[in-house]
C-alpha cells in the first residue's frame, strides 16, 4: 500500500474527504517525524511504539569487494508492534 492508497482506505473507513484524510496524514508524518528527531517516544496502545535508538559504529564489509568499511554510528527508527496488532497479523 503506498500513501495515495492509504489516504483513500482512511477516507473510506473514517467517512472524510480524501482531502481531509490527506491533511491528517501528513499531520502524522510529520508530527511523528518531529517528535523522533527530538529523540522521543510515540506509543499508540494497541497498535505499537515508535522509537529512535542509535547503532554502534562498527566494521563493516563491500559486498562487491570484500574491503573492510568503518560504518559510522547512527541513529535509527524502530517501530515495535503492540499486542493488538501483533495478535491481528498473525
Not at 46 to 72: L, Q, W
Amino acid at each position: 500500500m503506498n500513501k495515495t492508497q492509504l489516504i483513500d482506505a482512511i477516507a473510506a473507513e473514517a467517512g472524510l474527504t480524501k482531502v481531509d484524510a490527506k491533511k491528517a496524514v501528513d499531520a502524522f508524518i510529520k508530527t511523528t517525524g518531529e517528535q523522533l528527531k527530538d529523540g522521543e517516544k510515540i506509543a499508540l496502545v494497541g497498535f505499537g511504539t515508535f522509537s529512535v535508538s542509535e547503532r554502534s559504529a562498527r566494521v563493516g564489509r563491500n559486498p562487491k569487494t570484500g574491503e573492510k568499511i568503518e560504518v559510522e554510528k547512527k541513529r535509527v527508527v524502530r517501530f515495535k508492534p503492540g499486542s493488538d496488532l501483533a495478535n491481528e497479523i498473525q
